[in-house]
């Protein structure tokens, strides 16, 4: 056995691991499909009754209320970060060193934390609430988003040709005039693949919103399928919400890589 | 009369690296003024120092006899005064020709959009690239591109011209457009200032050639005297060294 391994060329040695390789799969792919008992899962997992039972309501709510915190926490995440990278930037010590500070204190600690912190902290601690439907998630989304965010846009800015710059000022444009009209534009426009990925992890960081209360209208996908498994005792309603969040992602996903082959060319 | 760029003892340096080592001399109104000398002899950070893209370390600069150096000058009000043009163009890459020789009129001066594309046009025209008002700069050539610079900074109607290697990214090929807009703009009278190493053009061109070495300038007179028969062996070497490789 040994010599007829040794006799072997490199190129069939190659080519006996691979066909191990294979044939390891096929009989472990067959092995689950085997054991698996597909009748109970289908009926624990994927019940078409239920499946049935989850539209149009987890379109018109659920789904909904996902694109509307990502949005609403996209909106402020990208204004605040905004500020928050100009701040970073800044020629003022104290701002560069606050800005700093709540980039590191914000990412170091993870999201969920923060939104029980806004969602169920804050109303004990202060006695407030924050207002409207979505406030506490909209605004801990908002709030943590916008720590990546900065660093995102600061990398546009710096990424912008620093004689942009020196020829904007040397026109007679103060500062902001320069970064409102020349460098902005031109780091947007370097940021776009950036932003839309973070975008897409925001729109799944969303789920994370259903630990805090929400009420009938605000569910958002993932404590719809939650709420659902707990109600029908069946895991049908979070494998739906599953594929209502692959349909939002995936269409994304193909955007963002044209997006960025597109960026590529016009460099 | 005052001058248009009055330099006094000016010292520049970045950390331990001392690139201006005392620095004295003056352009008059109307006056063109070549610097040349070898790369590192710190021309180019001596033009960047005039119009505050550089701090100057120690020493005043005037500008039509206001002190830039001083921390309560207005400095956006001094480079209104002053056109600049680098050696790598940087024109707003995410605007049309047109834009970037508009968009600080109307922000900086605040003229009408009308009035801002009127003058634009006109600079344009003058530059020969009048034709390429909605293109944008990536597609043009780098002469094309440079002229489109000059053109900017004309809009602002400034009283002097700094020119910084304005001819070293261009293909050899493209140098000639560019020099002769920068030879009409010396006949009509301009103050300019231009670090170069087109020897031919500081000839024909220049009241006064300036040459600069390791931080200082070594020799400051007419181009005839400068360029022909000058009175350091450094200025003769690097001649010798230019024009061998022209």
């Known amino acids: 056995m040994l010599t007829w391994w040794r006799g072997l060329s490199n190129r069939r040695r190659v080519r006996f691991w691979r066909g191990v390789s294979y044939v390891v799969f096929v009989v472990l792919v067959g092995a689950f499909l085997i054991a698996v008992d597909w009748p109970r899962v289908i009926d624990t997992m994927f019940r078409p009754e239920v499946v049935a039972e989850q539209f149009p309501d987890i379109l018109l709510i659920a789904a909904k209320n996902t694109i509307w915190y990502t949005i609403l926490g996209f909106t402020g995440g990208l204004i605040l970060g905004l500020v928050l990278a100009l701040m970073r930037l800044s020629q003022s010590a104290p701002f560069r060193w606050a800005s700093a500070t709540y980039i590191d204190v914000v990412r170091g600690i993870p999201l969920l934390v923060w939104i029980l912190l806004i969602g169920l902290g804050l109303p004990i601690a202060l006695g407030v609430r924050v207002p409207t439907t979505y406030g ?9 988003m916008a720590a990546y965010m900065a660093e995102t846009i600061r990398a546009g800015i710096e990424a912008v040709d620093r004689g942009q710059m020196e020829a904007a000022r040397s026109l007679g444009m103060s500062h902001s005039k320069a970064m409102v009209w020349i460098i ?7 940021m776009i693949p950036p932003l839309t990925n973070e975008f897409i992890l925001l729109l799944k960081d969303t789920s994370l919103v259903s630990a805090i209360g929400v009420t009938v209208t ?3 996908l993932t404590r719809w399928g939650r709420d659902g498994v707990i109600n029908s005792a069946n895991a049908t309603p979070l494998v739906v919400a599953g594929l209502v969040y692959l349909a939002l992602t995936i269409p994304m996903t193909r955007i963002v890589a044209r997006v960025e082959k597109k960026a590529a060319k016009s460099k | 009369m005052t ?3 009055e330099i006094k003892g000016l010292y520049k340096s970045f950390g331990d690296l001392e690139v201006l080592k005392g620095i004295d001399f003056r352009v008059a109104m109307g006056e063109v003024v070549c610097v040349i000398g070898p790369s590192g002899s710190g021309k180019s950070t001596l033009l960047r120092c005039v119009n505050r893209l550089e701090e100057a370390t120690s020493g005043t600069i005037l500008i039509e006899g206001e002190d830039i150096t001083d921390p309560d000058t207005d400095t956006d009000a001094v480079r209104r005064k002053i056109g600049i043009v680098f050696q790598r163009f940087n024109l707003f890459n995410h605007m049309s020709v047109l834009d970037n020789v508009t968009i600080a009129q109307r922000k900086v001066l605040g003229r009408s959009k009308e009035e801002a594309e009127r003058i634009g046009l006109e600079n344009l025209e003058k530059v020969g690239v009048g034709e ?3 293109v944008f700069p990536r597609r043009l050539s780098g002469g094309q591109q440079q002229r489109v610079a000059i053109a900017r900074a004309l809009s602002m109607e400034p009283d002097m011209m700094l020119f910084d290697e304005a001819t070293s990214a261009l293909d050899p090929e493209l140098v000639g457009e560019v020099l002769s807009v920068m030879r009409t703009l010396a006949e009509e009278g301009m103050t300019m200032l231009v670090v170069t190493h087109e020897i ?5 061109v220049a009241d006064r050639v300036v040459f600069m070495d390791e931080g200082v300038v070594v020799e400051d007179g007419p181009p ?3 360029l022909v028969d000058p009175d350091h062996e450094r200025t003769r070497t ?4 230019v024009l061998e490789g022209e």
């Open chain 1, 136 to 144: 506490a998630g909209a605004l801990a989304l908002s709030l943590v």
């Open chain 1, 184 to 190: 902005l534009p031109q780091a947007f426009r370097l």
């Open chain 1, 218 to 220: 605000t569910k958002e």
């Open chain 2, 3 to 5: 001058s248009a760029i």
């Open chain 2, 132 to 134: 390429k008002v909605d």
């Open chain 2, 200 to 204: 031919g053009f500081a000839k024909g």
């Open chain 2, 224 to 226: 005839s005297k400068v």
């Open chain 2, 238 to 241: 690097f001649l010798r060294m």
